[in-house]
């Protein structure tokens, strides 16, 4: 199982970026895949995530309505579409995804939830 986070970089507050996370091992229609960000000091914490049926998305409060998660399953691929970004979502952006157990709706955002993690890409939004 492998997945390959890309699309990092730097942007303005109110631009817009779009990550990727190729997988491999697995189906994306199987399992719940998800974004997770870490900024300096602070926890890692669910950005957005999908379950395997792609019938029920998470997204933080802080991101609802600016970031859009997708899928593209034929290439193995997930996005997450960031627009309207803002300083604090500076950070570094892990894709992960839950294989070993299924997951409740209601702990779709939870980083324990995910067993299988990506390296990470670093977003950097300039005031």
């Known amino acids: 199982v492998q997945l390959q986070a890309s699309g990092g970089g730097l942007a303005q507050a109110g631009g817009s970026l779009r990550l990727s996370c190729v997988v491999s091992g697995f189906t994306l229609d199987r399992y719940a895949i998800g974004w997770f960000r870490q900024a300096p000091g602070r926890e890692r914490e669910g950005v957005s995530c999908?379950?395997?049926?792609?019938?029920?998305?998470y997204y933080a409060d802080s991101v609802k309505g600016r970031f859009t998660i997708s899928r593209d399953i034929a290439k193995n691929t997930m996005y997450l579409q960031m627009n309207s970004l803002k300083a604090e979502d500076t950070a570094v952006y892990y894709c992960?995804?839950?294989?070993?157990?299924?997951?409740?709706?209601?702990?779709?955002?939870?980083?324990?939830?995910?067993?299988?993690w990506g390296q990470g890409t670093q977003v950097t939004v300039s005031s």
């Open positions: 999908i379950t395997g049926s792609g019938a029920s998305t």
């Open positions: 992960a995804a839950a294989l070993s157990v299924g997951i409740n709706y209601s702990d779709l955002g939870l980083r324990e939830e995910y067993d299988y």
